[in-house]
């Protein structure tokens, strides 16, 4: 689950973060720069008429370090300050997160959304700068706590109708019933009872999204809230996007629940790459083409 503190990676998610922040902040600064020489060059090469009284420069941003163009934003600065000085890490591995991370510096800024609020939300909001990113999680309290420490994050609450001990009946039904293969223009609409129907926030159902991460709910005991929903509806939600791919991440595949619903219903065929116990599947819209099959044809 990915509220349990795991530290056995805390160095090294640590230094990831740390230089990430650090390329962030080159990035501004070379910009800045090269802007500014731009502006430079600009002025210096307009011919200047006897009439014109000449002006002192103005550049749109100062190249005082100080300044807005070369701070990182304050979003960015709370998550290096947090990972740096916590001993709190993430559940994911280094190598794990870097899977995400490099689709996220593909696409972001981007809308991501992630089935689960935990120690690493921070930072996968933060490695979407600029984009939007919600959570969505199923324990009220533990939203409250979280929001009270990172205000900016944005999470929604999620009452989930299943158990774990549900998976093996949920599993039949998907397999048979012809509504779980239907792409209808909006998952909110689906008939199939593997569906997230009317649980989800209203704009999780509007919003296209680029990444969505299937981290929760909690799953790893008979009478808990599995995953089952979460993983069907994430790819349900890829498949009915007007046009485009949307990449679906699954964790703690290592467990029977998360293995078999992935890739039954995120596809093997759309399966893009594994690392320890997290899955990467490429998921493209289905309604840009009518014909084509809930998951590829061997």
């Known amino acids: 689950m990915m509220m349990r503190p795991k530290t056995q990676y805390h160095l090294n998610l640590k230094l990831l973060i740390f230089g990430l922040f650090l390329a962030f902040l080159l990035l501004f600064i070379l910009r800045t720069n090269f802007f500014s020489s731009s502006s430079k060059q600009t002025q210096s090469s307009k011919p200047s008429t006897h009439n014109q009284q000449e002006k002192p420069q103005s550049l749109s941003c100062p190249l005082h370090p100080t300044s807005t163009c070369t701070k990182i934003p304050p979003s960015l600065v709370q998550a290096l300050l947090h990972y740096t ?159 485009g791919e949307t990449d679906v991440f699954v964790h703690d595949v290592n467990r029977v629940v998360e293995d078999q619903f992935s890739r039954a219903f995120l596809c093997d065929g759309y399966m893009r790459e594994q690392e320890g116990r997290l899955r990467h599947f490429t998921i493209p819209s289905h309604r840009a083409n009518v014909g084509r099959p809930f998951c590829p044809e061997n």
């Not at 991370?101 to 930072?123: A, Q, T, W, Y």
């Not at 999780?204 to 990444?211: A, G, K, N, P, T």
């Open 85 to 243: 000085t916590s001993s709190i890490t993430p559940q994911q591995t280094l190598r794990e997160i870097s899977v995400t991370s490099r689709v996220l510096e593909r696409k972001s800024p981007c809308n991501f959304m992630i089935f689960g609020l935990g120690h690493d939300s921070l930072m996968w909001s933060s490695l979407n700068h600029g984009g939007r990113t919600i959570f969505v999680e199923e324990d009220k309290s533990w939203i409250a706590q979280m929001k009270q420490r990172f205000p900016t994050l944005e999470s929604y609450h999620i009452v989930y109708d299943s158990r774990v001990r549900d998976a093996d009946e949920l599993m039949q039904i998907g397999k048979v019933d012809q509504e779980c293969k239907e792409v209808l223009g909006n998952a909110r609409h689906s008939q199939c009872q593997l569906a997230l129907k009317g649980l989800l926030p209203p704009e999780v159902y509007e919003i296209e999204w680029d990444l969505i991460m299937v981290d929760a709910p909690t799953g790893y005991f008979e009478d808990a809230p599995g995953r089952m929903s979460a993983i069907y509806t994430a790819g349900l939600i890829a498949r009915n996007r007007e046009a």
